[in-house]
């Protein structure tokens, strides 16, 4: 078995993976990357109609602050002061790092980056590169990376985190033949995306299974498990049907196992313009939400897993008829938001995909470019898991419960319940750069190798390789049925013994499903435990961690906003002599 030493090892080829591997290099470290596959995660495939990135206001006329971008991640509930403050304060310097990578945001002749208003935002912080704004994202960071001279080790699946008492020392892996090989370290950063794997309507591509277990089963605490957000979202491809797809105001539609075929709304409004608003709402309000799930835009949610999960028909947006069979709608009819926006747009005229057209018209060719003429063909849409705004609980420095052991991006629990649009993208850059910056001046000790290698062979199995292809299927199933954004108790408990007993008898292989499956298990038991226990404060967060072989919940209370004395002179002194900077 092949063991490499390195200073840091960041697990995962996205953004915020990218992001830390380039801090340490410029740092001084001796890094190097592993992957599944530098072309697999959520970063690279996925996207919306206009993929939004959250920062500090740098453009306009209203005035912004550090402390007041801080209190708005701050008060969406369930999130910690002192990573909100983080966020907020290395926003801009995280922003212009991608845009002298390349990343081309829009700016106005001026050079001012104009931005709008997002959800749950009041200053219009948001901007965006289009639809594919994470993928710029993590082709201008890995050309960064390559520049640097980073090792990228693909085709390296991270199957255990090695440890030596309470502290990582490496990780073992897998490559495509499912040989073994080791990293012995001193720190290492997770950046492996959320639990994608757990789902099965899912938005997460399917390449993207996340390794969320590879923490949990190693003892590191997560956080807020339960809040996730879930959305419309097509089939296949796998791709958010938010903003305009929904401000268009295209036809819905199901069809039966016998191919009848339903415009189901009008089953279940009595005014077709008050449907037609809530549907140019879901642009606005595209994540799921309980509090609008009976008189708000959810109800089409809610809708569609009816029609889904309850009927078993399959959904679709018809791009190329109005909805009702209207030869033309009467914008007017519309609430004042929905009309007073596609009147500005100039887009009160015309069937769905013309209206398209007019407003988004790269939200066309992306479908295209993935296989799908919207401009001809019905687009499967369902009720899907997009985002967990829970992971992996870390403090002020993105270091988790195990020392040495940091996890950034999405399998970071940072994020609240309720988070404005597009700051998961900066809180992967700046926590990837708080790893980074704790680590520069902190690393911990790299074992001597005939030490790593007593402690790797413990983690070594040869057992016979069984197809588990077909299980992770059928618990993903489960896991969307009933633990999804509709959620049933009963159904729910009795998913988390069978899960139990599954991962009691489970037999460890040395195959990369294998592993995979075993994350997929030990990450649906946590999620299952956190959603029996939820019980929503926003200035409570819920803990979910292994405790003699089984998941308990506990509540903690946030961690406020600092009020930190910052007189100038006084701060500069502790930065210069490094005093309570880490």
């Known amino acids: 078995m092949k063991i490499y030493t390195y200073d840091c090892i960041v697990i995962g080829t996205g953004a915020a993976g990218?992001?830390?591997?380039?801090?340490?290099?410029?740092?001084?470290?001796?890094?190097?990357?592993?992957?599944?596959?530098?072309n697999f995660g959520t970063s690279r495939n996925t996207g919306s109609d206009k993929q939004t990135y959250?920062?500090?206001?740098?453009?306009?006329?209203?005035?912004?602050?550090?402390?007041?971008?801080?209190?708005?991640?701050?008060?969406?509930?369930?999130?910690?002061?002192?990573?909100?403050?983080?966020?907020?304060?290395?926003?801009?310097?995280?922003?212009?790092?991608?845009?002298?990578?390349?990343?081309?945001?829009?700016?106005?002749?001026?050079?001012?980056?104009?931005?709008?208003k997002t959800d749950h935002d009041p200053y219009e912080r948001a901007t965006s590169a289009g639809p594919l704004t994470s993928k710029f994202m993590t082709e201008a960071l890995e050309r960064k990376?390559?520049?640097?001279?980073?090792?990228?080790?693909?085709?390296?699946?991270?199957?255990?985190?090695?440890?030596?008492?309470n502290r990582v020392c490496g990780v073992?892996?897998?490559?495509?033949?499912?040989?073994?090989?080791?990293?012995?370290?001193?720190?290492?950063?997770?950046?492996?995306?959320?639990?994608?794997?757990?789902?099965?309507?899912?938005?997460?591509?399917?390449?993207?299974?996340?390794?969320?277990?590879?923490?949990?089963?190693?003892?590191?605490?997560?956080?807020?498990?339960?809040m996730w957000q879930y959305g419309l979202a097509s089939v296949n491809p796998r791709w958010n049907v938010s903003g305009t797809y929904m401000q268009v105001l295209p036809r819905f539609v199901s069809v039966d196992e016998s191919g009848k075929e339903y415009e189901f709304l009008s089953d279940y409004f009595d005014d077709k313009y008050e449907a037609l608003s809530l549907v140019f709402l879901k642009g606005y309000q595209?994540?799921?939400d309980e509090e609008k799930a009976e008189h708000g835009s959810s109800q089409i949610d809610m809708i569609v897993?009816?029609?889904?999960?309850?009927?078993?028909?399959?959904?679709?947006?018809?791009?190329?008829?109005?909805?009702?069979?209207?030869?033309?709608?009467?914008?007017?009819?519309?609430?004042?938001?929905?009309?007073?926006?596609?009147?500005?747009?100039?887009?009160?005229?015309?069937?769905?995909?013309?209206?398209?057209?007019?407003?988004?018209?790269?939200?066309?060719?992306?479908?295209?470019?993935?296989?799908?003429?919207?401009t001809k063909e019905y687009l499967?849409?369902?009720?899907?898991?997009?985002?967990?705004?829970?992971?992996?609980?870390?403090?002020?420095?993105?270091?988790?419960?195990?020392?040495?052991?940091?996890?950034?991006?999405?399998?970071a629990g940072t994020h609240g319940i309720k988070r404005p649009g597009g700051?998961?993208?900066?809180?992967?850059?700046?926590?990837?750069?708080?790893?980074?910056?704790?680590?520069?001046?902190?690393?911990?000790?790299?074992?001597?190798?005939?030490?790593?290698?007593?402690?790797?062979?413990?983690?070594?199995?040869?057992?016979?390789k069984i197809d588990v292809s077909e299980k992770i299927k059928k618990a993903q199933r489960k896991m969307s049925d009933c633990a999804g954004a509709v959620r049933d108790k009963k159904a729910i408990e009795k998913l988390l013994l069978d899960t139990k007993k599954e991962l009691e008898n489970f037999e460890k292989n040395s195959s990369r499903n294998s592993y995979r499956y075993y994350d997929i298990l030990i990450t649906q038991a946590a999620v299952l435990t956190a959603i029996l226990g939820e019980k929503y404060q926003p200035d409570l967060i819920q803990e979910t961690y292994l405790k003699d072989g089984n998941f308990i919940n506990k509540t903690r209370a946030v961690r406020p906003l600092p009020d930190d004395e910052n007189f100038f002179e006084n701060v500069w002194r502790a930065y210069r002599e490094n005093k309570n900077i880490f």
């Open 18 to 38: 990218y992001n830390a591997a380039c801090r340490l290099k410029e740092f001084g470290k001796n890094v190097a990357m592993i992957s599944e596959n530098i």
């Open 54 to 116: 959250y920062k500090l206001s740098l453009g306009g006329k209203d005035s912004d602050s550090v402390f007041k971008m801080a209190s708005d991640l701050f008060k969406g509930g369930c999130a910690d002061g002192d990573n909100a403050l983080c966020e907020a304060a290395l926003s801009v310097r995280c922003f212009m790092n991608l845009c002298e990578a390349g990343v081309e945001f829009p700016v106005n002749r001026y050079g001012e980056y104009i931005g709008y």
């Open 145 to 165: 990376a390559k520049n640097l001279g980073i090792e990228i080790f693909d085709n390296c699946y991270a199957a255990e985190l090695i440890k030596k008492d």
């Open 172 to 226: 073992l892996c897998l490559d495509e033949n499912d040989e073994y090989s080791a990293f012995c370290c001193g720190d290492i950063i997770m950046a492996t995306g959320g639990p994608a794997g757990i789902y099965g309507d899912s938005v997460y591509p399917e390449c993207h299974t996340g390794s969320t277990g590879l923490a949990l089963k190693a003892g590191a605490k997560a956080q807020n498990l339960a």
């Open 286 to 288: 595209w994540p799921f």
């Open 305 to 374: 897993y009816n029609e889904c999960v309850k009927k078993h028909r399959k959904v679709y947006l018809d791009f190329t008829k109005n909805p009702f069979s209207l030869d033309e709608i009467d914008f007017e009819k519309l609430s004042t938001d929905a009309y007073t926006y596609l009147e500005k747009a100039d887009a009160t005229f015309g069937t769905p995909i013309e209206r398209l057209e007019k407003m988004n018209s790269p939200a066309i060719e992306l479908y295209k470019n993935k296989g799908v003429d919207i």
């Open 380 to 411: 499967e849409i369902a009720l899907c898991a997009q985002h967990n705004n829970g992971g992996i609980a870390v403090d002020k420095w993105w270091q988790t419960s195990i020392k040495n052991l940091f996890a950034v991006g999405e399998s």
């Open 423 to 464: 700051s998961a993208l900066n809180s992967g850059q700046v926590g990837s750069l708080r790893a980074a910056q704790y680590i520069s001046q902190n690393g911990g000790e790299i074992l001597s190798e005939n030490e790593f290698e007593k402690l790797v062979s413990d983690y070594i199995t040869q057992n016979k």
